[in-house]
C-alpha cells in the first residue's frame, strides 16, 4: 500500500508538472499573438500616437500644464526630404540598412568606454528607439530594456528598413510636444518635410539626444557643432544615394 501511494503521488506531481508546462506554453503563445499582431498591423497602419507621446500628455496633465499640446503629422517617406532620412541615420545609426536591429559593435565599444571610466553613452540602433518611443515607457530598468529588445526583434521581423525608417521620422521628438520631422519643419521653418535642406536636417538630428535641452531653433554651439560633425557624415557616407541600400534590402523581403 505504501509503494501503491507514492507511485500514484509521483503520477499526481507529473501531472501537474504537464499541466504548468501546457499553461506556461499557452500563455507565452497568447503573448506573442498579443503583442506580435499590433507590431503587424502597423507594417501598413498608421498611427494615431505613441507611448512616449501619451506619456508627456500624463505627465503634462498632472502638472497642470493647460498650454501643452503634442505636434504630430503623419507623412509618407516619399514627402519627407532624402536629406533628414540620411541626417538622421548618420547621427545615430549608421549600420542601419546592414543590421537586424542591434549593432553590437557600438555595444561593445560602449562597454569598452564605460569600462575606462568614460560615461556610459547610447548604443540604440534606429530600429531599437522605434521600439522604445512606440510602444515603451522612458526611464531605464532591465524590464523596459528587455522589452525593447522583444520588440525590436518584432519590428525586424515584420517590417521592411524603410517602414522602420518612415517611422522613426514621424515618431521622433524634436522638441516639448514636437514629435516627427513634419511638425518640426513646419515649427521651426515654415515648410513642409520635403523641403527641409541638409543643414535643416542636420540640425534636426543633432537635437535627437535630448530634444527637451537642445533646440532647432535657438541653437546652442553644441548644436552647431554636432550639426557640422553630421552634414560631414553625410557626405561621407554619400547622401542620398546610401538610401538605395535601404530600397534594395525592402527588394530582399
Known sequence: MRRGGAQARRRQHGGLAVRL????????????????TPVLLLRWLRPLTSAFMLEAQVAAWRAHERSYHTQFQWVSLEQ????AAIAVIASEDQQF???AGFDFGSIREAVRESERGRRLRGASTISQQVAKNLFLWSGHSFVR????????????????KERILEMYLNM?????GIYGVQAAAQRFWHKPAL???????A???AVLPNPLKLHADRPSRYVLVRRDWIL???????GPAYLRAVESERARR
Open 203 to 205: 540640425v534636426l538630428a
Open 145 to 160: 530594456k528587455g522589452l525593447e529588445a522583444y520588440f525590436t526583434v518584432l519590428i525586424e521581423a515584420l517590417w521592411p
Open 232 to 238: 560631414g557624415q553625410m557626405r561621407d557616407l554619400g
Open 195 to 201: 523641403r527641409l535642406s541638409s543643414s535643416e536636417a
Open 21 to 36: 508546462l501546457r499553461w506556461c506554453g499557452l500563455g507565452l503563445l497568447a503573448w506573442v499573438l498579443v503583442t506580435a
Open 80 to 83: 519627407i526630404s532624402p536629406h
Open 97 to 99: 540598412p546592414f543590421h
Open 172 to 176: 521622433a521628438q524634436f522638441g516639448d
